[in-house]
């Protein structure tokens, strides 16, 4: 089992930029591909990126646009996601998540097996 926390959300104004952290507990982090995902207030939970466990492969929702790079640490147990040109649409709360099954993990969110609590990110006009 894996424990996971993010950190790095906050208030940023529209076009600027945040770098979020999950750090994951325990030694098997790169035995996880890892993902992230946004929820805003009213919608449904939503892809963002995931990474691979060894951290070759990554890809991004459609939303994104080039905008955000997910990376990984695996000796630091820690997937990072930098977001830049930030936009009031990107308000959500940021969830990470690990899947044990797939070497790239997943668009999906229910295939996930741990959650972070999420980080707020806030993006102002």
């Known amino acids: 089992q894996v424990q996971l926390v993010e950190s790095g959300g906050g208030l940023v104004q529209a076009g600027g930029s945040l770098r979020l952290s999950c750090a994951a507990s325990?030694?098997?982090?790169?035995?996880?591909?890892m993902g992230w995902f946004r929820q805003a207030p009213g919608k449904e939970r939503e892809f963002v990126a995931a990474?691979?466990?060894?951290?070759?492969?990554?890809y991004y929702g459609d939303s994104i646009e080039g905008r955000f790079t997910i990376s990984r640490d695996n000796a630091k147990n820690t997937v990072y996601l930098q977001m830049i040109s930030l936009k009031p649409e990107d308000t959500a709360v940021y969830y990470c998540?690990?899947?044990?099954?797939?070497?790239?993990?997943?668009?999906?969110?229910?295939?996930?097996?741990?959650w972070g609590q999420g980080t707020q990110v806030t993006v102002s006009s």
């Open positions: 990474i691979s466990r060894g951290g070759g492969t990554t």
């Open positions: 998540a690990a899947d044990r099954d797939r070497v790239t993990g997943s668009r999906v969110m229910k295939l996930y097996d741990y």
């Open positions: 325990g030694r098997t982090f790169s035995s996880y591909a």
